[in-house]
């Protein structure tokens, strides 16, 4: 939260005064209800101006109640709804990027009883479109803005704990208490104040991140996401897992971090294949646009640390 009370994104998208008091919210609606049975998709890559995405931000409520959807905002999150029905199809998360905005994560409902999905690149484009049409149609496309973002890439053996960096990445549980593994070690490190500062953000669901204080930690921040359980690599678990690297990065971006620290996420106890997931570390961190300038894999066995290594020499 900063300062005045606000979250970073919306400080971001409205400044100071915060949001609009004419933005249309899920309230506004009548017999709306959320998706029931939420699967991740691979979200459209796009950037969007600040203009675009006050325009999206203020909501999407159609004249006529048999027009298609309904739009709105809640934090970061965008809520598509069908209007005839009222159901829940999609939902949105952003992230600010310095005068830009970007999609860090997409959700779709995967219940045929609902809604008859597509195959997830075809959902893409159809979410992409939708997401122009909110936005205030006829506008010029949303096209990818190319950023220049080529932060330094290595991995290391080590203890993340102790990475003297700007920011560290906690693989948390989603109550963000404290688990096992890297999770248990960094709340060791930071101390009980830590666990006291999580218990006031509400949790952080599957495939998103939270940022605090690294208090006792050589960081100034720790960054909780949670990673995905491997369960055969059918249940969208490695969309899930990039959303990690997405969202983290977006984190460091909000603080200003530079130099941050990243174990292998979802690797340990999770059982997410390490070269699998090495693959995904990099190819994630290197297509998203940031301001951080060097990231440390920081791998906790030689094994891992292997697969990383071998990763980021195919990537070049």
């Not at 400044?15 to 249309?24: K, L, T, Y």
């Not at 899920?26 to 699967?39: G, K, L, T, Y």
């Not at 952080?204 to 991140?209: F, S, T, V």
């Not at 979802?266 to 297509?287: D, F, L, M």
């Amino acid at each position: 939260m900063s300062q005045d009370g606000l979250s970073l994104f919306s400080r971001a998208l409205w400044g100071p005064g915060g949001p609009s008091e004419d933005a249309a919210t899920r309230r506004d609606w009548n017999d709306v209800a959320p998706i029931r049975q939420p699967v991740p998709i691979p979200p459209p890559q796009m950037l969007l101006s600040g203009a675009e995405m006050q325009t999206i931000a203020m909501g999407y409520v159609p004249v006529d109640i048999n027009a298609r959807w309904f739009a709105s905002m809640e934090g970061d999150c965008l809520y598509l709804h069908r209007g005839w029905t009222g159901l829940g199809i999609y939902e949105v998360t952003f992230a600010a990027k310095e005068t830009w905005f970007m999609i860090t994560s997409a959700r779709i409902e995967c219940d045929p009883d609902v809604y008859n999905r597509d195959s997830d690149l075809g959902e893409r484009e159809r979410l992409r479109n939708l997401i122009a049409h909110v936005s205030g149609e006829p506008m010029p496309p949303l096209l990818p803005v190319p950023i220049q973002s080529k932060p330094l890439l290595e991995a290391v053996l080590g203890d993340i704990t102790a990475e003297r960096v700007d920011a560290i990445v906690n693989p948390a549980s989603a109550n963000l208490l404290g688990g096992g593994g890297v999770d248990a070690a960094t709340h060791r490190a930071a101390g009980p104040e830590l666990r006291a500062y999580c218990q006031t953000v509400g949790g952080c669901e599957l495939g998103r991140a939270k940022i605090s204080p690294g208090f006792r930690l050589a960081s100034q921040w720790a960054i909780h996401t949670v990673g995905p359980q491997w369960r055969g690599g059918s249940y969208g678990e490695a969309v899930l897992l990039e959303s990690c690297y997405r969202e983290s990065l977006a984190r460091a971006d909000e603080v200003g971090a530079e130099r941050v620290a990243i174990p292998a996420i979802a690797t340990g106890a999770h059982g997410y294949p390490r070269t699998s997931a090495a693959e995904i570390a990099v190819k994630t961190v290197r297509s998203t646009p940031t301001k951080v300038r060097e990231i440390h894999f920081v791998c906790f066995d030689a094994l891992t640390l292997q697969a990383y290594e071998e990763s980021l020499n195919r990537s070049g």
